[in-house]
């Protein structure tokens, strides 16, 4: 349990000293107590032939109404927002004086602390009451109160985050292979623009423009969090749709009727099997013109041909095509390569 | 104003009419095009496409380079390089290309291999100019500086030089000389603005960067700027709005700066995801490492504060800040002098800088050592500071804005209210300066009501002591009296039956003069008979007498 009678030897803080260099401030922290949570009563202590001594309270609390702090305080604040450097030396030479002021101010001073608004019994003298209560008053200044010296924290202010602005272009920078100057980092910052093209789009785009099939395969990117990002949806969807609208039609509307491309490729009947099992089908070298050879081919395949060849010959492709892309007939192409050689060169006289 | 400009700045339509034009005519687009454009994806898609189709451009792999370094991509630059000089006959200027790969990839020291092997040229000594910055090797960083040219990019990178090492207004005063020659260098305008921001002149910074936006409102590096302005001057929500501006601009294969984004919307967000964002971006964005050791600071996770300090070569204001502030947390939990004395080192060397012009919180630590503590403008903290007169200790209590200094009770008890955190607030220290404010400002029943509210416990004990001493030195005798009451309750020494005494005999005075009403006698009284004193009975005699004289009933 705390008491308060407690005597207390002299402190190491209880001296006020001067400091002269940082240094000197650094190696007292060594040896000072550390701050305890304790109650430290400073009520002064006599001791035989002493004057009394100085405790770190009792020089706190005489300055608490005391000018000196205020306009030392204001100083330091004035000081502090015109220029920091000054502010140190100007900061330490001050609160020497003080220490040296307060510790002037202490010695042979009176023990009664000073504090404004503080209990005075001189107040209530003049109160008329008799001998009994006058007695009973003095009860009121034989207790003397204690300073209880509270402990102190410093709590750091906490920075706000950070943002990142980046560094000024250094000017180390790649010249363009072809040695034009474009004022990157002078006329414009050299930054890519914000509305990069899209790869896969401009691919595509690039496909159908130069109308040749790059042997490169096509790279799709992947949209994350597809739910959050409709809009990243929303560009692809608009994106292909004008690849698209930029590409030839996928369908082509035949002008005459023509049978559909099931009923085609239907087998042909065993007589015509047999016979071509004999006959050879006409080859490229046929001496005909390539409106007869046309004609020749179509007649074979039972494509109609109406008023423009282009549209028969458009669906003898789509015929070959849908041939090529069939999954039954690769497999039997597997099977049997050279019949598959005899059809390709076949049709191959076409092109 | 009509700004002269060579050229427009491209907006996504003109993009796209440009884009259908040239399909119409069914012509491929050119690089030169992409190249004007910046649109070095779209750039480097051609040069893939045209590789593929078997008809290449000259010098294709340089060109590739060239687009991949500057969109950003220097792994695949660097990559490109390494390949053109595997193949015989490269130019030996392919040695400093590379090297400004390996630079922009932060692998300073195979930079600095590539470019020795690089001809002597402006590049190569730029490039090694900021190599010894970056290296810190000052004697290298004036030969090389020696050498540098009258030169419009020597003369940039010269006031990059001056940005990276915090001398601003160098900086500013360079880039402001060219400008005035040349109303062309646009780019410029975005480089002042990036300065002033440094200076903290977030308002002019905001004003020069706006012109760059008229001319290029998509830049990427200018609307991340004055999302950052608005995060200064306002607050995340305004700065986030900015940095949406840039998503919407953006095209989805936009990925130039986006570690940076991506690390000032956590800040943006007052740090909401900065585990998984910062942690990832440490060694990319410097400032990622400093918002870590914030967040954990303000999660009072020390541990990995330090941790994330401890190694931390501190080279500008806010690293210093952040050594001090994570060593002073660390002294006061530790009681360690040492990270005490280094964290006041740290603020000292801060505040000695004249290029941070803050505000200085002057902390006086008891026991005869003096502690400095900058606090600068930065950390925006309108500190109510003051120098100590004395040994007394001094409370530096923040939570944002709080310095409380207990010189001046008025000034004191307001800055206290002002704390908003909630462990703050519960703390003792905090509770007993309060009261102590409370006392001294003659409001001693809020005192009274701080320990009401308090649990039973330890501190709640230290407190009533406070409260009684303190009541009685003010002469604030009821509150005293019922404080001694309490204590003596739980602790019948003669020490607190004294004080009791006195207290009580007090608030009779204090009755008798009109000063207190006179019903408070009664429960002055009763306290008193709480004690079983030989004195009480004479004392409560003389009251009751008195109150019997005057026909106030006491019983």
């Given amino acids: ?351 | 104003m009509i700004l002269s400009r060579s050229k427009p700045a491209e907006s996504r339509d003109e993009q796209a009419m440009s884009r259908s034009r040239s399909t119409k005519k069914k012509e491929l687009p050119k690089l030169e095009d992409f190249l004007q454009k910046r649109d070095y994806v779209g750039a480097l898609t051609l040069l893939e496409f045209m590789d593929g189709s078997g008809k290449p451009i000259d010098a294709q792999d340089e060109w590739i380079a060239y687009c991949a370094f500057h969109l950003g991509d220097y792994r695949r630059a660097l990559q490109t390089y390494k390949k053109l000089l595997a193949s015989e006959g490269s130019s030996e200027r392919i040695w400093l290309y590379l090297a400004c790969c390996c630079f922009f990839l932060g692998m300073y020291e195979e930079a600095d291999a590539a470019a020795q092997k690089g001809p002597q040229c402006a590049l190569k000594n730029r490039l090694l100019f900021h190599l010894a910055h970056k290296f810190g090797d000052d004697k290298r960083l004036m030969t090389y500086h020696q050498q540098l040219q009258d030169i419009m990019e020597d003369k940039m990178s010269l006031a990059s030089i001056h940005y990276m090492r915090s001398h601003y207004q160098e900086a500013i005063d360079t880039y402001k000389r060219i400008v005035l020659e040349d109303t062309n260098m646009v780019a410029l305008n975005a480089y002042i603005a990036l300065c002033y921001y440094k200076l903290d002149y977030y308002d002019v910074s905001q004003e020069i960067i706006n012109v760059y936006l008229m001319s290029f409102p998509d830049s990427a590096i200018a609307l991340n700027l004055k999302a950052c302005n608005h995060f200064r001057l306002y607050n995340g929500k305004a700065a986030e709005q900015e940095l949406m501006t840039l998503k919407e601009k953006a095209s989805l294969s936009f990925e130039f700066a986006q570690d940076l984004i991506k690390h000032n919307l956590v800040v943006f967000r007052d740090g909401e995801g900065a585990l998984q964002v910062w942690s990832k971006l440490l060694d990319v964005i410097p400032e990622a490492r400093l918002n870590l050791v914030i967040f954990f600071l303000r999660q009072n996770d020390l541990d990995e504060a330090f941790k994330l300090v401890k190694d931390m070569e501190p080279s500008t204001p806010p690293e210093y800040i952040l050594k001090g502030v994570v060593n002073a947390c660390i002294g006061q939990e530790q009681d360690s002098s040492d990270h005490l004395k280094l964290a006041q080192q740290y603020f000292q060397l801060v505040g000695g800088s004249a290029s941070e012009c803050g505000q200085s919180a002057v902390v006086v630590v008891g026991g005869g050592v003096r502690w400095c503590c900058w606090c600068c403008c930065w950390c925006s903290c309108p500190c109510l500071c003051s120098s100590c007169p004395s040994c007394l200790r001094k409370l530096w209590h923040t939570k944002r804005e709080s310095v409380c200094v207990c010189v001046k009770w008025h000034e004191a008890e307001e800055t206290f209210l002002l704390v908003q955190s909630e462990a703050y607030k519960s703390d003792y220290t905090y509770l007993s300066w309060l009261a102590r404010c409370y006392i001294m400002n003659k409001k001693p029943r809020l005192a009274w009501e701080l320990y009401l509210r308090m649990e039973t416990s330890a501190d709640s004990y230290l407190l009533l002591q406070l409260i009684a001493h303190d009541c009685y030195r003010m002469g604030a005798f009821y509150y005293s009296a019922k404080a001694f009451d309490v204590l003596e309750r739980l602790d019948p020494s003669p020490e607190y039956w004294e004080g009791k005494r006195g207290a009580c005999v007090g608030v009779f005075q204090q009755i008798i003069a009109g000063h207190e009403p006179k019903e408070g006698l009664r429960e002055i009284l009763a306290m008193l008979r709480n004690s079983n004193n030989p004195q009480v009975d004479q004392i409560s005699r003389v009251m009751r007498k008195w109150a019997k004289d005057k026909r106030i009933p006491v019983m």
């Fill in chain 1, 1 to 351: 349990m705390l008491s308060f009678i407690k005597v207390v030897d002299n402190q190491p803080f209880d001296e006020v000293y001067e400091v002269d260099d940082p240094e000197e401030i650094a190696s007292n922290l060594a040896h000072s107590p550390s701050p305890s949570r304790a109650l430290v009563p400073d009520r002064p202590v006599f001791e035989p032939g002493n004057t009394p001594p100085r405790s770190p309270s009792t020089a706190g609390r005489s300055e608490y109404d005391g000018d000196v702090a205020a306009t030392d305080m204001e100083d330091a604040l004035g000081l502090g927002r015109t220029s920091q450097p000054d502010v140190a030396i100007e900061d330490d030479s001050d609160s020497q004086s003080e220490q040296s002021q307060s510790s002037s101010e202490l010695d042979g001073s009176t023990l009664a602390p000073k504090l404004e608004g503080a209990y005075d019994p001189t107040e209530y003298s003049s109160l008329n009451v008799g001998d009994e209560i006058q007695d009973l008053f003095e009860h009121i200044t034989s207790f003397e109160p204690e300073v209880l010296e509270l402990e102190t924290k410093l709590k750091p202010f906490i920075p706000e985050y950070i943002p990142a602005v980046g560094d000024i272009d250094a000017f180390l920078k790649i010249p363009r292979p072809d040695g034009v100057d474009q004022g990157l980092g002078l006329v414009v910052l050299d930054e890519p623009c914000a509305a990069q093209s899209d790869a896969t789009v401009l691919d595509l785009h690039l496909r159908t423009i130069a109308k040749t099939t790059s042997s490169k395969p096509t790279k799709l990117n992947q949209i994350k969090d597809a739910e959050q990002d409709t809009k990243a949806i929303d560009t692809w969807v608009t994106s292909i749709a004008e690849v698209h609208r930029d590409k030839q039609p996928q369908t082509v509307h035949y002008t005459g009727a023509m049978p559909d491309l099931e009923s085609l490729m239907q087998e042909w009947p065993p007589q015509m099997e047999a016979l071509l099992d004999k006959v050879q089908l006409p080859s490229g070298d046929l001496n005909v013109s390539l409106q007869e050879m046309t004609d020749i081919a179509c007649a074979l395949l039972d494509i109609p041909v109406h008023k423009s060849r282009i549209e028969s010959l458009h669906l003898l492709f789509s015929l070959f095509a849908e041939f090529k892309n069939s999954q039954h007939f690769k497999a039997e192409e597997e099977e049997d390569d050279d019949a598959d050689e005899a059809a390709g060169e076949d049709i191959a006289t076409f092109d």
